[in-house]
């Protein structure tokens, strides 16, 4: 079975502009988390979705957002770029299950904003 | 607030050696500890996890342990190879959402 894929891999954008990054989960998967990942911070929680709705959402500024698909399929937004958003932006996906609550990663979008 | 807090940030261990770290939370509603293990350039992986109903789950080479009572929880690497040299994450999660902690880089000395 596929991982968890993101595209694209590397992006260099510079202030201001906005930025999508997409995710495609494990199949079957239909949770979708989104995770920011900088030197200074760690690995920091941004939202997660479920059926196409958002069901938790981190402590990040309205700036970020994002979206599910009828797939499952995941992609979020960053508008008006900050340097301070150049980061790792990792994406997760889990059975949704009580008992299944594991998240697989991917292997993440490398942001840098000039 | 870091909800997860881990130590030591690093640590260095011969070949052979066990490596252990250690992971501490305060929000009573987590109810999934999992480890990850992340290589530069790559998402982290999961390496590891136990749900608080449960003092010790081993896999391998791993080995986590869990006091509920003192809200800690560890992870054991025994016999550590160079392989294992990589940056360990423990997290605790509630409602599908992870905290993790600062993480711990492991450096395996041949």
Known sequence: ?114 | QQQVKQSPQSLIVQKGGISIINCAYENTAFDYFPWYQQFPGKGPALLIAIRPDVSEKKEGRFTISFNKSAKQFSLHIMDSQPGDSATYFCAASDDYKLSFGAGTTVTVRA
């Open chain 1, 1 to 114: 079975k596929a991982g968890v894929t993101q595209t694209p891999r590397y992006l260099i954008k510079t202030r201001g502009q906005q930025v999508t990054l997409s995710c495609s989960p494990i199949s079957g998967h239909r949770s979708v988390s989104w995770y920011q990942q900088t030197p200074g911070q760690g690995l920091q929680f941004l939202f997660e979705y479920f059926s196409e709705t958002q069901r938790n959402k981190g402590n990040f500024p309205g700036r970020f957002s994002g979206r599910q698909f009828s797939n499952s399929r995941s992609e979020m937004n960053v508008s008006t770029l900050e340097l301070g958003d150049s980061a790792l932006y990792l994406c997760a996906s889990s059975l949704d299950h009580p008992t299944a609550k594991t998240q697989y990663f991917g292997p993440g979008t490398r942001l840098l904003v000039l």
